[in-house]
């Protein structure tokens, strides 16, 4: 189960630092992810950090812009974005790399607006 904070409006070039805490299953063994759902559109996969290696890889579109953390003891997820732009705002959604279907938080609400 994940539960998604750290949403809100922004103005482009502005910055959000969303937070996604994990319960249920051992957390330090799975690759995470960030996914985003914007209105009309189909869920897409925004960033990846991996278990072991903890490598990342990142959507085109917010590479340099956002960077994917985890932290093991608290089995938590982060996502810093700077420069969000319009086109960002979604509902943000954490869950494991591949998805589980069945553990799909809230997600949190990202809004870039001027």
């Known amino acids: 189960q994940f539960v998604e904070s750290g949403g809100g409006s922004v103005q482009p070039g502005g910055s959000l630092r969303l937070s996604c805490a994990a319960s249920?299953?051992?957390?330090?063994?799975?690759?995470m992810s960030w996914y985003r759902q914007a209105p009309g559109k189909e869920r897409e996969l925004v960033a990846v950090i991996f278990s072991a290696s903890e490598g990342t890889h990142y959507l085109d579109s917010v590479k340099d812009r956002f960077t994917i953390s985890r932290d093991v003891a608290k089995s938590s997820v982060y996502l810093q974005m700077t420069s969000l732009q319009p086109e960002d705002t979604a509902v943000y959604y954490c869950n494991r790399s591949p998805p589980f279907e069945a553990d799909w938080g809230q997600g949190t609400q990202v809004t870039v607006s001027s």
């Open positions: 249920g299953f051992n957390f330090k063994t799975y690759p």
